[in-house]
């Protein structure tokens, strides 16, 4: 199958093939093409440029053999393969429109059970998230609604989040477990991301959280709890393969630094690559840890220092931010300027979860990371695309417009700018999201 978009206004996001993350200045500039075209072959880009060099011309003698002026509507539609197999492909107009790739999403929680709509009530009456946990909320309540749903029912209450995000222009998307923080059902949850992996057509990568809180059993002993995880919960995880990644909250009143590191090792052991939530609450050393053992990200960093920037120089751990989170919990913002003026690549996520960030609308996680974190919006931009991609293991393949990578795209209807998505956050603008 083949796809020609024509009429671009803008093609944005433009990187070289081998460019997996932008870093420190890299960030400031989306590279773009002004009235272009992109054509899609067998679910990849395999060609763009300007419209004058759009494939095909006047006498069918193209480059890639299409018929007809692509830049004037010729009359068939561009409907004919001239390349000897006779095969059809359909022509996109994009009217002038804005053709980017699609959000990738690092850190989601959105496979869960229920809603926490009452500790929304808790948070306006001004109590904490630390309170509402330490009272047996929180994550808590989210494991205790999930013990009671079946599988088949967190498969379709998770599928209708998936089909939000996509037609919100998410492609690809990371989920986590640790609702269960029982055996069976964190693998329960993992089964369920498994299969939206197999049934929807966005890229899912699966994230082992069992090391998201003591479950409600294991109260008052949290080193048994972490002997649970690392000897049942990892080895089921991997005997069945049913995560790419294991992550821990290394935070004030969740797991220290030491149990993290017992849990990063015993993973490491079953190929298991680390993910780390760390310093929502406080500066844990979480991010200390993470580096330590190669994480392939290190999320949240709501509250970081000048140390935590020195220890990211040089590693290949991706610094995500969650501002979804502090939006929701009123907290303080994630320092991405400084990170970035340090050298350093950001990343955005959206934290879909029920209890501190029940979206996952990316276009509002970029929208925040200009009016709360003061990025410009080329930064913020490529903080949710291919550092976001990044953040998932995934920027070989999304991400970009590179040729080579899959065609996850939005197609926009026609905006004065870049700078229009976030700065006016509530106006429809998605015209078509293309997940091949």
């Not at 300007?50 to 002026?69: F, I, K, N, R």
């Not at 409600?216 to 080895?235: H, K, S, T």
């Not at 919006?377 to 080579?404: D, H, K």
């Amino acid at each position: 199958m083949k796809t020609l978009i024509k009429n671009i206004g803008t093609l944005a996001g433009i990187l070289p093939a081998g460019v997996l993350r932008l870093e420190g200045e890299q960030m400031n500039d989306v590279a773009s093409i002004s009235n272009a075209y992109l054509l899609i072959e067998d679910g990849l880009i395999s060609a763009f440029g300007t419209m004058e060099e759009c494939p095909g011309d006047s006498h069918g003698d193209g480059p890639y053999g299409y018929p007809g002026d692509c830049s004037k509507g010729h009359p068939d539609g561009c409907s004919n393969d001239t390349t000897g197999d006779n095969s059809r492909y359909e022509v996109i107009d994009a009217e002038g429109g804005i053709v980017m790739p699609c959000f990738c999403d690092s850190h989601t929680h959105l496979v869960y059970a229920g809603c926490r709509d009452g500790e929304f009530r808790d948070k306006i009456a001004g109590l904490s998230y630390e309170e509402i946990a330490a009272r047996g909320g929180g994550i808590l309540n989210s494991a205790d609604l999930l013990h009671g749903t079946s599988e088949e029912e967190l498969y379709r209450q998770s599928m209708e989040r998936i089909n939000e995000i996509a037609a919100k222009g998410t492609g690809a998307v990371e989920i986590k477990s640790g609702y269960g923080l029982r055996t069976e059902d964190e693998l329960k949850m993992l089964r369920v991301i498994r299969r939206i992996k197999e049934t929807s057509p966005l890229t899912v990568k699966a994230t082992f959280l069992g090391a998201h809180a003591v479950g409600r059993e294991y109260v008052g002993r949290q080193d048994e709890y972490v002997r649970l995880v690392c000897e049942e919960m990892i080895p089921a995880v991997a005997a069945q393969g049913l995560a790419d990644y294991v992550d821990v909250f290394c935070d004030k009143g969740f797991f220290t630094v030491e149990q993290t590191a017992a849990i990063l090792k015993r993973a490491a052991e079953f190929g298991l690559v680390p993910k780390i939530h760390a310093n929502e609450l406080e500066i844990s050393g979480g991010v200390q840890v993470g580096v330590e053992h190669d994480a392939l990200s290190v999320d949240h960093l709501e509250q970081t220092a000048d140390a935590e920037i020195e220890v990211l120089k040089g590693s290949r751990t991706m610094p995500t931010m969650l501002p979804g989170c502090s939006f929701f919990l009123g907290i303080p913002y994630g320092r991405a300027k400084q990170f970035i003026a340090a050298g350093l690549p950001v990343a955005l996520a959206s934290d879909y979860n029920p209890g501190t960030s029940p979206s996952g609308d990316m276009r509002f996680i970029m929208s925040l990371g200009c009016i709360r974190m003061r990025l410009t919006p080329e930064q913020s931009f490529n903080a949710c695309t291919i550092n976001s991609a990044y953040a998932m293991g995934v920027s070989g393949t999304l991400g970009s417009i590179t040729e080579g990578k899959k065609a996850n795209l939005i197609i926009t209807k026609p905006l004065p700018s870049l700078a229009f998505i976030p700065y006016s956050h509530q106006t429809p603008f998605i015209r078509k999201v293309i997940i091949p």
